[in-house]
T-cell receptor, first 111, second 114 residues
Framework: DAGVTQSPTHLIKTRGQQVTLRCSPK?????VSWYQQALGQGPQFIFQ???????QRGNFPDRFSGHQFPNYSSELDVNALLLGDSALYLC??????????FGPGTRLTVT | AQSVSQHNHHVILSEAASLELGCNYS??????LFWYVQYPGQHLQLLLK??????LVKGIKGFEAEFIKSKFSFNLRKPSVQWSDTAEYFC????????????FGPGTRLSVLP
């Protein structure tokens, strides 16, 4: 049973560019949440998707958007990248309960 | 807004020493509580969780945590640490009426000296 998978593992982008990160939830899970983890800090909640809709959002600008597909996989899009967007982006999946399973993350570096 | 604080940024212990990592949260309602661990180069893994019932919960690898509602605390403990416990530890709170949004603390880095 595959856990949460994310792609790519690492990514380097230039300031002002756009990026798309991908997440496949753990088998049987229907809810996907995205987090940003800056170096030396705890994960910060970006948003959550359920039934292909954004159900809840944290304190992140509109440059951060996402999608969820019928197979429950999800994408995180970040537009107009800033240097401060450099971080580890984590995807977590769950099914109804409040226990979230995390993927390995995508390390985004903005230069 | 909800917040989670962790008492120590970096803890250094020798093997076999006892461990206690503090976690406090600010939220007045019902909460679900979690401790996650992040070993070097690995993803976040759930150590233990508290939803309701016995406030003393046991997790994997000999860890336990105690929920003290009056103190808004959920401290993590282990009687005897091992070198392999070296990792970053995160406390997380899920306010019960906020769906599945987790609020994480800043983390405590534990270094265990052999």
């Amino acid at each position: 049973d595959a856990g949460v998978t994310q792609s790519p593992t690492h990514l380097i982008k230039t300031r002002g560019q756009q990026v798309t990160l991908r997440c496949s939830p753990k088998s049987g899970h229907d809810t996907v949440s995205w987090y940003q983890q800056a170096l030396g800090q705890g994960p910060q909640f970006i948003f959550q998707y359920y039934e292909e809709e954004e159900r809840q959002r944290g304190n992140f600008p509109d440059r951060f958007s996402g999608h969820q597909f019928p197979n429950y996989s999800s994408e995180l899009d970040v537009n107009a990248l800033l240097l401060g967007d450099s971080a580890l982006y984590l995807c977590a999946s769950s099914l109804l309960s409040n226990e979230q399973y995390f993927g390995p993350g995508t390390r985004l570096t903005v230069t | 807004a909800q917040s989670v604080s962790q008492h120590n940024h970096h803890v250094i212990l020798s093997e076999a020493a006892s461990l206690e990592l503090g976690c406090n949260y600010s939220y007045g309602g019902t909460v679900n509580l979690f401790w996650y661990v992040q070993y070097p180069g690995q993803h976040l893994q759930l150590l233990l969780k508290y939803f309701s019932g016995d406030p003393l919960v046991k997790g994997i690898k000999g860890f336990e945590a105690e929920f003290i509602k009056s103190k808004f605390s959920f401290n993590l403990r282990k009687p005897s640490v091992q070198w392999s416990d070296t990792a970053e530890y995160f406390c997380a709170v899920n306010p019960d009426n906020y769906g599945q949004n987790f609020v994480f603390g800043p983390g405590t880095r534990l270094s265990v000296l052999p």
